[in-house]
């Protein structure tokens, strides 16, 4: 039913999506990476800006990937009138989750290095991962480890002495909470949160990019167990709504790239997702989220 409350809250936002990969394609991760092994497919990549372009997309922020090809597509989306942003690279520890697509460190000396790398390319912002990535067959268990606590200080310290925001992979609370605390500028993913670390966020600058897409476009397809993946998607929908209740910065990104994760039409499924968790206030929610994003992580390209 539409009601007069409509009209109270902000309008639907404009086509946007805050995390994406624009190296992989949704479909299958290996035959992707290899399109671009060599050098990245750029006729390829102009597709998928121009099918961004027609359904209207205005900002796209991605997490790099070491083959360039997130690199080129934000050199070229002006072109079709997209902001687009980009790290170039992301950066993961050795040992850790992120081989596929990051560019990798062992002591914090050569993480910095990293860094210098990013920012001497101009780069828009760092992205890190701080933690592995929900296993979807297992409820509760995250791939990989957790980066200790003052490493992850000291990471995002860095960066942000380089002028750069930190977009943080993290999963679990207690990652949640460290990479809040440590005052990292956008928090991805953020499955497996408790009551301590939705605090945290809600209380802190840090906006917050919940991802449903991978979990909820897996819903029913066969793949993984379902029982799992509701179980992480319910979870996932009470957190949005208790940080965004509490006043939290939340946006809205779809992992668009990830498996089952398509572009484009993933950022429609992921509006719809968070209109789902949030119901009226999601547009007011999400159009300040975009609002924060675009105001941290800006595109320098020209
Ligand atoms: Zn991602």
Same mark, same amino acid.
């Given at each position: 039913?539409?009601?007069?409350?409509?009209?109270?809250?902000?309008?639907?936002?404009?086509?946007?999506?805050?995390?994406?990969?624009?190296?992989?394609?949704?479909?299958?991760?290996?035959?992707?990476?290899?399109?671009?092994?060599?050098?990245?497919?750029?006729?390829?990549?102009?597709?998928?800006?121009?099918?961004?372009?027609?359904?209207?997309?205005?900002?796209?922020?991605?997490?790099?990937?070491?083959?360039?090809?997130?690199?080129?597509?934000?050199?070229?989306?002006?072109?079709?009138?997209i902001?687009?942003?980009?790290?170039?690279?992301?950066?993961?520890?050795?040992?850790?989750?992120?081989?596929?697509?990051?560019?990798?460190?062992?002591?914090?000396?050569?993480?910095?290095? #990293?860094?210098?790398?990013?920012?001497?390319?101009?780069?828009? /912002?760092v $992205?890190v991962? *701080?933690?592995? +990535?929900? &296993?979807?067959?297992?409820?509760?268990?995250?791939?990989?480890?957790?980066?200790?606590?003052?490493?992850?200080?000291?990471m995002?310290?860095?960066?942000?002495?380089?002028?750069?925001a930190?977009?943080?992979?993290?999963?679990?609370?207690?990652?949640?909470?460290?990479?809040?605390?440590?005052?990292?500028?956008?928090?991805?993913?953020?499955?497996?949160?408790?009551e301590?670390?939705r605090?945290?966020l809600?209380?802190?600058?840090?906006?917050?990019?919940?991802?449903?897409?991978?979990?909820?476009?897996?819903?029913g397809?066969?793949?993984y167990?379902?029982?799992?993946?509701?179980?992480?998607?319910?979870?996932?929908?009470?957190a949005?709504?208790a940080?965004?209740?509490?006043?939290g910065?939340?946006?809205?990104?779809?992992?668009?790239?990830?498996?089952?994760? #398509?572009?484009?039409?993933?950022?429609e499924d992921?509006?719809? /997702?968070? $209109?789902?968790? *949030?119901?009226? +206030?999601? &547009?007011?929610?999400?159009?300040?989220?975009?609002?924060?994003?675009?105001?941290?992580?800006?595109?320098?390209a020209?």
């Amino acid at each position: 039913m539409d009601s007069i409350q409509d009209d109270v809250y902000a309008p639907k936002p404009e086509l946007h999506d805050c995390h994406v990969h624009m190296v992989l394609d949704g479909v299958d991760w290996k035959a992707a990476i290899a399109r671009h092994k060599q050098q990245p497919d750029e006729s390829y990549i102009r597709k998928v800006l121009e099918s961004y372009a027609q359904a209207g997309a205005v900002y796209v922020r991605e997490g790099g990937d070491k083959y360039g090809a997130g690199w080129l597509a934000r050199n070229i989306a002006r072109e079709y009138g997209i902001e687009y942003a980009s790290p170039v690279f992301p950066i993961y520890q050795k040992g850790n989750y992120g081989g596929f697509i990051g560019r990798s460190f062992q002591t914090i000396e050569e993480y910095e290095r #990293l860094v210098d790398e990013v920012y001497d390319r101009g780069g828009d /912002y760092v $992205k890190v991962m *701080l933690s592995g +990535i929900m &296993d979807f067959d297992n409820y509760g268990t995250i791939t990989g480890y957790t980066l200790p606590r003052q490493m992850v200080f000291s990471m995002i310290d860095y960066a942000h002495s380089k002028g750069l925001a930190v977009m943080a992979h993290v999963n679990g609370a207690r990652a949640i909470q460290d990479a809040v605390e440590g005052g990292v500028d956008s928090v991805e993913h953020g499955y497996f949160s408790d009551e301590e670390s939705r605090e945290a966020l809600a209380n802190s600058d840090t906006i917050w990019v919940p991802t449903f897409s991978p979990i909820s476009n897996c819903i029913g397809i066969g793949k993984y167990p379902d029982d799992v993946l509701k179980k992480i998607e319910a979870d996932q929908t009470e957190a949005v709504r208790a940080v965004a209740n509490m006043g939290g910065k939340i946006a809205s990104g779809s992992d668009a790239g990830a498996g089952d994760v #398509l572009h484009v039409k993933a950022a429609e499924d992921e509006y719809s /997702y968070m $209109k789902r968790a *949030l119901g009226d +206030i999601c &547009d007011s929610v999400i159009t300040r989220g975009l609002d924060e994003i675009r105001g941290r992580f800006a595109s320098r390209a020209q």
